[in-house]
């Protein structure tokens, strides 16, 4: 099948003086950096972001050491403040604990491919999230599905991670500056525009219950100082679009 091209291209010095805040420790780099947007999340995803992007703040991998997402997060169930957010389930939304979580965990894992770390474990969602380009997703099920991350430097890197106004960073900070050239790039190979449904419903006025997103299959690329490597090969299905349509 002809390939559609790239859609992404992405490139970071790391370990950029200039990155480092002025009021920030002068022996911490920064070895890495990522932002997902929060545009059009909802309250209570929000809400479960903000929990998981505290619990991740302040985490340290161990040189040459490996990272569990999971095990540092700690779960996100009712007991530990979390609450039901949506989630993408066989084709519709619903609600289920700490859904929004996954936007955390997507984040630092740009992070940690523009920080030239090893991915030892990750997972996508079955349909493209909207916060992040395709084939560069991570998602995450506590007891389950795991995003894991190994360290390839010879000094320990902790993670600062928060939120703010306009969505959720996460940095990756060293005791030194590394001299590393790291380009992200992703070629569509497959793109389905999602269809349109209409059910009649019981409420008084038509809605939108799902939006609708497109199907893609994409590889995903990562070069380091000239030399590439194939991240990941992703499919997803379409996201149907589904209208309620006002009852008789």
């Known amino acids: 099948m002809r390939l559609l091209g790239v859609l992404l291209l992405v490139g970071i010095v790391v370990g950029v003086g200039a990155l480092v805040a002025a009021n920030e420790d002068p022996e911490s780099h920064v070895l890495a950096r990522f932002e997902t947007p929060l545009e059009g999340r909802t309250i209570s995803q929000r809400?479960?972001?903000?929990l998981s992007v505290e619990a991740l703040n302040g985490a340290v991998i161990d040189t040459h050491g490996e990272f569990s997402f999971n095990k540092t997060v700690g779960g996100w169930s009712k007991d530990m403040g979390y609450v039901k957010a949506p989630v993408s389930f066989n084709g519709a939304l619903v609600d289920d604990w700490g859904g929004g979580v996954c936007q955390t965990s997507t984040t630092l894992y740009?992070?940690?491919l523009l920080g030239g770390f090893e991915v030892v474990e990750r997972s996508r969602h079955r349909f493209a999230p909207g916060y992040c380009p395709p084939g560069r997703d991570?998602?995450?099920?506590f007891g389950g599905i795991d995003l894991k991350l190994k360290n390839p430097y010879d000094f320990r890197v902790s993670i600062r991670a928060e939120m703010k106004r306009s969505g959720l960073v996460v940095s990756l900070i060293?005791?030194?500056?590394v001299d590393r050239k790291v380009l992200l790039s992703s070629e569509i190979v497959r793109?389905?525009?999602?269809?349109?449904?209409?059910?009649?419903?019981?409420?008084?006025?038509?809605?939108?219950?799902?939006?609708?997103?497109?199907?893609y299959e994409v590889m995903t690329y990562r070069t380091i100082d000239g030399r590439q490597e194939l991240v990941?090969?992703?499919s997803y299905p379409p996201f149907h679009r589904i209208l309620e349509t006002k009852g008789r």
């Open 47 to 50: 809400h479960n972001a903000r």
């Open 110 to 112: 740009n992070a940690a």
């Open 138 to 141: 991570a998602a995450v099920a």
């Open 174 to 177: 060293g005791p030194k500056k």
């Open 191 to 215: 793109f389905v525009s999602p269809r349109e449904y209409k059910i009649e419903g019981s409420g008084p006025v038509n809605r939108v219950r799902n939006s609708g997103k497109p199907g």
């Open 232 to 234: 990941s090969v992703d």
